[in-house]
């Protein structure tokens, strides 16, 4: 009996645990249910509300649309009805009737034209207030624009119906023999009509005119607003440095000074209005191109040892536009220098960058970088005979002056072979032949030589020559003076220093391989180098340092593009702490800056040879990810950059190191906090259900 009591007992608990769990299992659904449908429900919403935004705007804007079309047609109707009323103010007394017939057509025009404008505003109205309701709109939208433009065009009809009754009145009631006041007045009216329109007319140019392409050092004439009905004109240009302007009046010239593009802006008064005017022309500025192609006049050195960059005219032969030894040219793709005659400056006069390769063909038919004529050549004895005459009495004088030997020790029987080369081509000359040839003479002699010694200078990409001397055959060659190898020059914060001498290659020019030690000074030329007559040394300005741009970028999702980061550098030569510059503050070993996104910091002056390391603060616990690339190579996923014995580039820009930083969003699982008691409710749901389950199951089989 005790026991039937106990498990009566029993039964009644799990009886009230089964009502409790399934109890919140009923309520832990509907919860869910409640949540989903809520959260469905403010998403409806959300999309309802922008897509009602979207659709919103677009009917006010087609409103807006068809609101301006309506006001503009009505105000040409306006306009035309002035115009027409106007040119028959002052006809006779039946003129005057017909006008009046024909004024009150145009007064119901203008009451047609009312309703309609009234009409339509009624229209766009309605259309402002239903914008709520999206076919209602469309439609009445659409009927309102067909009745607006029914009433326009009958009131346009009606315009051009009465504008052509009032001609052909003034027409049928003008007999030919008409009193000549009223022809006057009828003149006097479509002169004034003229002159309106012209005055219209002229106001309304506010446009540059002329050509819209220059080439450096080239001019060109642009017109602006007629003069006539502006004043207080002013010419600009946006950068000086590619093109100016010179404004004269309504009218300015552009130079042409580099390659580029920029905007003339030309200012003035009007006459008619008194206010100011503005307008503006883009000009684009090329290179000079010049294509000529044919004759060209040869000059040359008198003196073996003269300065071939020389303006000197008499140092020059033959005589200035005499001579008649002529060669093939064609200029094409030439890059063109300015050039200085008498303190005086001519735009594009000289090509100095490979000027052989511009000669087609010299006066005997050959080809080649230089012309060399000889004594006894059957080709080339008569221009040899005739070079040598138009130099002598020059030669004679400046080679004993070197020599300190009287000028008739020497004879043109010594001279047995004679070398031009071309050291410029200039145009635009006097003569027959605007185009010259300039070139350098190389004597070979059995009694004298010719020493000359040439630099490049840094960015230079031709050798000048600095010294020539002439010696006799057998003697040594002194060192110049006019030229300090190892003297520097710094240029864009890079440091050269004079590298040299080197002695000619086997065609003469720059330069052998084997630089000459000082100790081979004074210097003994060999029979090759000789043969021409002329022996050449070479010096050139090689970097001693070099510099580096440091740039960041911060990419990603979550990158801060306003955030500093830091960086430290070292640079040392054979482990000893070097001078150089962060942003032109001297530094030595060591150094830090701090960039953020699209920053740059320069070094420079860093010795050529030096090991450099620049190093980015570690990033990594604000999940930034490092990486950097050097001169546009392959990216490292690396903080520290190193560039071990570092050298000059072959056009000794910068090089460039660029760190990237890269921070991404945490990708999102779908779980937010806004959700996660929903799924708790949802699971405790399930786990009730299943227990519940289990509990029936137990039952049934116990």
Partial sequence: MKHH????????????????????????????????????????????SVQMTDNQKGEAAAIRQKSSEAQIKTKQENTKKSDSESKTKDNSEEQKKDSKDADNKGAKENSTEKDAKEDSEKNIS?????TKEEKNTEKKSEETTDATE????????????????????????????????????????????????DKNKEIAVTSISGSMEVQVGERIELTGTSSNYGYSHSWSSS?????????????????????GTVTITHTYYSRWSSS????????????????????????????????PWTNDTGAWAPSQETSNTLANINTSGATWENGYVDNTVYENKNIKSNVASYITSWPDGSTGSTWTVKKGDSSTESYFTFILNSIWDSYKSSVAADLGISADQLDKSNITEITLTPRKISRANGGDYPYHIDCALSIKSTKVFTAKFWVK?????????????????????????????????????????????????????????????????????????????TVNFYAHYSPTTTSIKLKKLVTGSMGDKQKKFHFTISIKK????????????????????????????TLTEIPVGADVSITEEDYSGSRYTTSY??????????????????????????????FTNNKEAIPDTGITLDSLPFIALLALSIAGGIFFLFCRYKKRFV
């Fill in 150 to 197: 029914a009433t326009t065009t009958a009131a346009k009809e009606i315009t051009t119906e009465a504008a052509e009754k009032k001609t052909e009145a003034v027409t049928e009631k003008t007999p030919e023999g008409k009193d000549s006041k009223e022809a006057t007045s009828e003149e006097k009216a479509e002169e004034e009509t003229q002159a309106e329109d």
């Fill in 574 to 601: 054979e482990d000893e702490n070097v001078t150089f510059k962060v942003d032109n503050t001297s530094k030595t070993g060591s150094a830090t800056v701090d960039l953020a996104n699209d920053e740059e910091s």
């Fill in 5 to 48: 009591h106990s498990s009566g007992k029993y039964r009644l608990l799990k009886r009230v645990i089964m009502m409790c769990l399934s109890l919140i299992l009923v309520c832990s659904m509907s919860i869910s249910a409640f949540a989903v449908n809520r959260i469905g429900r403010a998403e409806n919403e959300t999309t309802q």
């Fill in 629 to 658: 690339v050097i001169d546009n190579g392959n990216s490292a996923p690396e903080r520290v950059a190193n560039i071990s014995n570092i050298q000059a580039k072959n056009d000794v820009s910068a090089h460039e190191i660029v």
């Fill in 126 to 130: 309605k259309e402002e207030k239903s």
């Fill in 276 to 307: 100011k005017q503005t307008e503006t022309y883009q000009v684009k500025v090329t290179r000079f191109a010049d294509n000529y192609s044919g004759k060209a006049a040869i000059y040359y050195l008198a003196n073996p040892a003269g300065d």
């Fill in 457 to 533: 200078e840094p960015g230079d990409s031709e050798y000048a020559q600095v010294d020539a001397k002439n010696y006799l055959t057998g003697s040594s060659i002194a060192r110049t003076t006019k030229a300090t190898i190892g003297s520097t020059k710094t240029v864009d914060g890079v440091t050269y220093a004079l590298d040299g001498w080197y002695p000619e290659n086997a065609k003469g020019g720059a330069y052998g391989s084997t630089k000459i030690a000082d100790n081979r000074w004074n210097y003994t030329p060999s029979d090759a180098e000789l043969a021409d007559g």
């Fill in 239 to 259: 950068n000086e440095k590619i093109a100016t302007v010179t404004g004269n009046g309504s009218t300015a010239v552009v130079k042409g000074v580099a390659v």
